[in-house]
């Protein structure tokens, strides 16, 4: 759950090939810190994002270390593709950081080789609180029957970004409960009466797909593999490129052109999909007012939504598993750590930090309000599972979409590519 989404998707496409597929772990019992005895501890805490994320990070590692004079953090981060990379040759040789951040595609991977701890032996002693986990979040960093491998620091949920005066010149007023037949409808009456295109690519977001296919009482993933057919993935891609062709869907030529920044930001199309607290960027990039509405629906109820999040893990071979503990219980519950933070991550996980932190900007309290009546209409849901290979699975369908929206694959032959591939990354 990075920042900067488009930035994160083209990492995906260069970090998570066979690489880390073949990461294997044969030092499980190295840890990453220092000290012993009676003397000060050092634990390596590493994470990925921009410079704002690393220094409120910063001061909230000395608040800590305020509070806890023996242990010393030495702070490593870096940007979201250079992160991944560093982690891949740390991890293989034993000696990742001790506390780390994770993100739900990569659990089940990273636990598959052993690089996770389970922290709920921690909560068990005493040395970190599972308590007062907002909206059923803590469950987004479980695997395989109930394994703590990741602590929530905020939350998500996808929501849909429209460029407010374009859909006001229109004349559409989204409502909660909307349908998906109601949408394009939308769609077409922004083509038509102010000559933009509606969407800029909805059906290459693998997150957005999940939910309609949870709408239809089905999901991307099972515990170990797809959870859908070849012939849902070619409708889903065959619609698609139909609306690309009649142009309610933005030329995907003129998308490519305007990355790093959004098309909708560019004024490309009218609409979104993403996680809502990626809503801030657009704002910064153009010069119109976005908003946030809801999912469309098949039914006029369920969205299909979760929370998801992102999240600290541990090394499974520390040598300090109880400080790693306490860092991590300090760093998701204490208030002060709530206020710097902000919703930087995501909607702040625990009811201590949210409650704490109250946003005074327009985009973050329409991010909070957003998720207020989310929770409120009780349309949130168990989390999809994300099995091991998620990560490859969802670069390629970014890839292969990519190419479905250019016309250079049918969407039959996709879809059957797309299956190989991930039954590859499962395999791996």
Request: a neutral charge.
């Given at each position: 759950?990075?920042?900067n989404?488009?930035?994160?998707?083209?990492g995906?496409?260069?970090?998570?090939g066979?690489?880390?597929?073949?990461?294997?772990l044969?030092?499980?019992g190295c840890?990453?810190?220092?000290?012993?005895g009676?003397?000060?501890?050092?634990?390596r805490y590493?994470w990925?994002?921009?410079?704002p994320?690393?220094?409120?990070?910063?001061?909230?590692i000395?608040l800590?270390?305020k509070?806890?004079?023996?242990?010393k953090?030495?702070?490593?981060?870096?940007?979201y593709e250079?992160?991944w990379?560093?982690?891949?040759?740390?991890?293989s040789?034993?000696?990742p950081?001790?506390?780390?951040?994770?993100?739900?595609?990569f659990?089940?991977k990273?636990?598959?080789?052993g690089?996770?701890?389970?922290?709920k032996?921690?909560?068990?002693?005493?040395?970190?609180?599972?308590?007062?986990f907002?909206?059923?979040v803590?469950?987004?960093g479980?695997?395989?029957g109930?394994?703590q491998v990741?602590?929530?620091?905020?939350?998500n949920?996808?929501?849909?970004?429209?460029?407010?005066?374009?859909?006001k010149?229109?004349?559409?007023?989204?409502k909660?409960g909307w349908t998906?037949?109601?949408?394009?409808?939308a769609?077409?009456?922004?083509?038509?009466t102010?000559?933009?295109?509606?969407?800029?690519?909805y059906f290459?977001v693998?997150?957005?797909?999940?939910?309609?296919l949870?709408?239809?009482?089905?999901?991307?993933?099972?515990?170990?593999?797809?959870g859908?057919?070849?012939?849902?993935l070619?409708q889903?891609?065959?619609?698609?490129?139909?609306?690309?062709?009649?142009?309610?869907v933005?030329d995907?030529?003129?998308?490519?052109q305007?990355?790093p920044?959004?098309?909708l930001?560019?004024?490309?199309?009218?609409?979104?999909?993403?996680w809502?607290?990626?809503?801030?960027?657009?704002?910064?990039?153009?010069?119109?007012?976005?908003g946030?509405?809801?999912?469309?629906?098949?039914?006029?109820?369920?969205?299909?939504?979760?929370?998801?999040?992102?999240?600290?893990?541990?090394?499974?071979?520390t040598?300090?598993p109880k400080e790693v503990a306490?860092?991590?219980?300090?760093?998701?519950h204490?208030?002060?750590v709530?206020?710097?933070m902000g919703y930087d991550?995501?909607i702040l996980a625990?009811t201590?930090?949210?409650?704490?932190?109250?946003?005074?900007?327009k985009?973050?309290?329409?991010?909070?309000a957003?998720e207020?009546?989310v929770?409120?209409a009780?349309?949130?849901?168990?989390?999809?599972?994300?099995?091991s290979?998620?990560?490859?699975?969802e670069?390629?369908?970014?890839?292969?979409?990519g190419?479905?929206?250019?016309?250079k694959?049918?969407?039959?032959?996709?879809?059957k590519?797309?299956?190989?591939?991930?039954?590859?990354?499962?395999?791996?």
């Amino acid at each position: 759950m990075p920042t900067n989404w488009d930035l994160d998707r083209r990492g995906l496409l260069k970090v998570t090939g066979g690489s880390i597929a073949a990461l294997g772990l044969t030092a499980a019992g190295c840890g990453g810190g220092s000290g012993s005895g009676d003397g000060p501890v050092t634990l390596r805490y590493a994470w990925w994002g921009g410079e704002p994320r690393a220094v409120a990070i910063k001061k909230t590692i000395a608040l800590f270390e305020k509070k806890y004079p023996k242990i010393k953090i030495k702070p490593e981060f870096t940007d979201y593709e250079a992160f991944w990379e560093k982690f891949q040759t740390q991890a293989s040789g034993g000696n990742p950081p001790d506390v780390f951040q994770n993100s739900v595609a990569f659990l089940r991977k990273y636990d598959k080789r052993g690089v996770l701890m389970d922290l709920k032996s921690q909560s068990d002693a005493g040395n970190l609180s599972l308590e007062n986990f907002r909206n059923g979040v803590l469950t987004s960093g479980q695997v395989d029957g109930g394994k703590q491998v990741g602590i929530p620091v905020g939350a998500n949920t996808m929501a849909l970004v429209i460029d407010l005066n374009v859909f006001k010149k229109a004349g559409i007023e989204p409502k909660f409960g909307w349908t998906w037949d109601e949408y394009w409808k939308a769609l077409q009456k922004i083509q038509d009466t102010q000559k933009v295109a509606g969407d800029t690519g909805y059906f290459g977001v693998m997150y957005m797909y999940d939910l309609f296919l949870r709408q239809h009482g089905k999901a991307f993933f099972t515990e170990t593999g797809l959870g859908f057919t070849e012939a849902d993935l070619t409708q889903w891609w065959k619609d698609g490129y139909t609306r690309v062709k009649a142009g309610l869907v933005a030329d995907p030529n003129k998308i490519d052109q305007a990355k790093p920044a959004s098309g909708l930001s560019k004024g490309l199309a009218a609409a979104e999909f993403t996680w809502d607290n990626f809503s801030v960027r657009y704002e910064g990039e153009g010069d119109s007012d976005y908003g946030l509405v809801s999912i469309p629906t098949t039914d006029g109820k369920q969205t299909g939504q979760y929370l998801s999040s992102l999240m600290l893990s541990a090394f499974t071979g520390t040598k300090h598993p109880k400080e790693v503990a306490q860092f991590i219980d300090f760093m998701v519950h204490d208030p002060e750590v709530g206020k710097i933070m902000g919703y930087d991550r995501g909607i702040l996980a625990t009811t201590e930090q949210y409650d704490a932190y109250q946003p005074t900007d327009k985009t973050n309290k329409a991010v909070a309000a957003y998720e207020a009546e989310v929770s409120k209409a009780g349309v949130l849901g168990k989390m999809t599972p994300q099995p091991s290979g998620t990560d490859v699975v969802e670069a390629a369908f970014l890839r292969i979409g990519g190419e479905v929206a250019h016309g250079k694959t049918k969407p039959a032959a996709a879809a059957k590519q797309f299956f190989g591939e991930a039954k590859a990354a499962f395999a791996g």
